[in-house]
């Protein structure tokens, strides 16, 4: 059996179709995120695209939604899995390794305002679109959380205590960093975070407080306000499923997903503040980030960004400094 035939025998046994009067039944779309829990936003606001969906289409499309891990498939595989049609639909972030272009947008120190990353990801859309166009997947809209912290058990207050730590990346671009700081950085899936944490796999993990510090911070006790890189989803859904709805289940579709995606944004900034004063309070030590800590990461990773580009091809670098220009970095 090969990998494509395991994964979709894997999902169909989740949602199976009726055998008959399947011309009168629902279209059923399997939706599948790397947000390991309900209460995060991303996870809050696609409930309410699933209602929205069902409701608008009078029940024709129904959109069964699975948060991460709850299938077989690797937060990692989520681009391919969409494009591959083992999935309908994604909730991809993590997907640098399917569509590397991506990846500027994470490059460590480069984008660290919201301004910043709103331009940027204007000029990276058309790359972006591209790039999953290519594996079979249509992007239909974009959120992002706040910039991404280094969080940690052990001792974490500066740019040298990242020296001999084992830290949760969320791509190779945040692992680059981590190697540049002495660090060790590691893959794993926000649902298999918890256990990495509490066996010491990893000692801690570059996350947002409204993100995986909202989830996993029993396990933590400090955090560094290091803005990193902010991390970016993307909805997908599979090219041909997509282009076989009915129009009007399809117009619904990308309405209400675009309509709703800034939700997803808004809630995460506003967790952000408040998921910090209750960490503070709870006895989180946090350390802010000065203006020279930021000078000095940017001065570590300023090659590493024509480098990383170099390496992906000429698309790649002629979409850094398309984001260069933008940002005045």
Do not use: C
Not at 56 to 75: D, M, P, R, S, V
Not at 162 to 176: A, Y
Request: hydrophobic letters at 40%; a positive charge.
């Amino acid at each position: 059996m090969t990998r494509r035939q395991a994964l979709t025998a894997l999902a169909a046994g989740t949602v199976a179709a009726p055998a008959v009067l399947r011309a009168q039944s629902p279209t059923t779309w399997i939706v599948y995120t790397y947000v390991p829990a309900a209460t995060l936003a991303p996870a809050r606001v696609m409930n309410e695209i699933v209602e929205r969906v069902a409701k608008e289409t009078n029940g024709q499309l129904q959109l069964k939604y699975h948060l991460g891990g709850a299938l077989t498939i690797k937060g990692t595989d989520i681009t391919t899995a969409v494009g591959d049609n083992v999935i309908q639909m994604g909730d991809d972030g993590m997907q640098q390794g399917n569509v590397p272009v991506t990846g500027i947008l994470r490059l460590p120190m480069l984008i660290t305002t919201p301004q910043e990353f709103d331009k940027a990801l204007a000029v990276m859309k058309p790359y972006v679109d591209k790039g999953y166009d290519k594996l079979g997947a249509t992007v239909l809209s974009t959120y992002y959380y706040p910039l991404q912290f280094a969080w940690s058990s052990k001792k974490l207050t500066g740019l040298d205590d990242f020296k001999g730590q084992k830290i949760r990346s969320t791509s190779p671009e945040q692992t680059e960093f981590l190697k540049r700081f002495g660090a060790n950085g590691l893959t794993v899936s926000a649902a298999e975070v918890p256990s990495a944490l509490e066996r010491g796999v990893v000692d801690g993990v570059l996350t947002a407080h409204s993100g995986g510090g909202r989830v996993w911070h029993d396990l933590l006790k400090y955090t560094y306000d290091l803005g990193i890189n902010f991390f970016e989803a993307n909805l997908v859904v599979n090219k041909e499923a997509y282009a076989k709805l009915p129009a009007a289940q399809r117009d619904v579709l990308t309405k209400v997903v675009i309509d709703l995606t800034p939700q997803m944004t808004k809630l995460l900034f506003e967790d952000e503040e408040t998921e910090k004063a209750k960490r503070k309070a709870e006895g989180m030590i946090q350390t802010a980030a000065t203006p020279d800590d930021y000078k000095r990461g940017a001065k570590v990773m300023v090659d590493y960004w024509d480098v990383w580009a170099k390496r992906h091809g000429p698309e790649a670098q002629e979409a850094l400094k398309k984001v260069r220009d933008a940002v005045g970095r």
